[in-house]
């Protein structure tokens, strides 16, 4: 009977050992956030966080405080303008993230380059041959030849003479 009860423990304590690594975790608090607001001037543009998370300005998002982050501003015809966000550590209150609203002013992208215009250089001239010197003709222009005789249609069938 020991025997027996030895063996269910010895087998519960090597299943404890494999799973043990998973326990550490359980007793873990769950990271805290902080809301940050993004805006920008003009509204309506792309903010991504290093962390993935996006969204149109005027926004919020919930963001993990574990550690500073990187948000990117992007709008069609504008350049694109980065700010960092960095965890201030509170004494007796949950960390929180600043700037808190994080206001970006986006720079209008400069013109694209004017296209120069591209060259292209003519074929070689042939060089012209020498205009003969304006000589009288020597017999006067033959007359036009006489039309020729209309002829019926063409069939796929004999003719057959008229009677």
């Not at 201030?88 to 004017?114: D, F, H, K, W, Y």
């Amino acid at each position: 009977m020991y025997r027996v009860i030895a063996i269910i423990g010895g087998a519960l304590a090597l299943a404890a050992c494999t799973s043990s690594s998973d326990l550490g975790d359980l007793f873990k608090p769950a990271p805290s956030m902080d809301t940050v607001r993004f805006e920008s001037e003009p509204p309506g543009a792309d903010a991504k966080t290093s962390n993935g998370q996006t969204c149109k300005t005027p926004c919020a998002l919930a963001l993990p405080t574990a550690g500073p982050l990187t948000v990117t501003f992007t709008l069609a015809g504008y350049q694109p303008a980065s700010e960092n966000i960095e965890v201030i550590e509170n004494t007796g209150s949950p960390p929180s993230l600043r700037p808190n609203p994080v206001v970006v002013e986006l720079t209008p992208a400069p013109p694209p380059p004017a296209k120069k215009p591209v060259r292209r250089h003519p074929a070689a001239k042939k060089p012209a041959a020498p205009k003969p010197a304006a000589a009288q003709p020597a017999a006067p222009a033959p007359a036009p030849a006489a039309a020729p005789a209309q002829q019926a249609p063409a069939s796929p069938w004999p003719s057959t003479p008229a009677r």
